[in-house]
Nanobody, 125 residues
Framework: QLQLVESGGGLVQSGGSLRLSCAAH????????IGWFRQAPGKEREGVSC????????VYKDSVKGRFTISRDNAKNTVYLQMNSLKPEDTAIYYC??????????????????WGQGTQVTVSS
């Protein structure tokens, strides 16, 4: 079984923080770039952040720059998304995805080979 499992979502007040985790099962993430995506009700899935396979390159959606931080621990086969200063517009289901590539990008969802089932993030005003 090859899967990604997200965790760490929940209900938080505006201005609060959450740390999402993406753990791989059945394969190792060290050769994969990892992206975080989100989908709000009635909207298309959008890229939030991604990180290269060695952790040396990162990309962020403009609206989350300075608030979110992506990181990875290949030894733990896990990628994280630290989300600070959360806003109601951050409310969405958050998904992690893996791309068999050294570098990452947010231009296309179809670049990513594996997807988790998502974790709900709800930010109250």
């Amino acid at each position: 079984q090859l899967q990604l499992v997200e965790s760490g979502g929940g209900l938080v007040q505006s201005g609060g923080s959450l740390r999402l985790s993406c753990a791989a099962h059945g394969f190792t993430l060290n050769n994969y770039a990892i992206g975080w995506f989100r989908q709000a009700p009635g909207k298309e899935r959008e890229g939030v952040s991604c990180i290269g396979s060695n952790g040396g390159s990162t990309v962020y959606k403009d609206s989350v720059k300075g608030r979110f931080t992506i990181s990875r621990d290949n030894a733990k086969n896990t990628v994280y998304l630290q989300m600070n200063s959360l806003k109601p517009e951050d409310t969405a289901i958050y998904y992690c995805a893996a791309d068999f590539s050294h570098f990452c990008g947010l231009g296309s969802l179809f670049d990513y080979n594996y997807w988790g089932q998502g974790t709900q993030v709800t930010v109250s005003s």
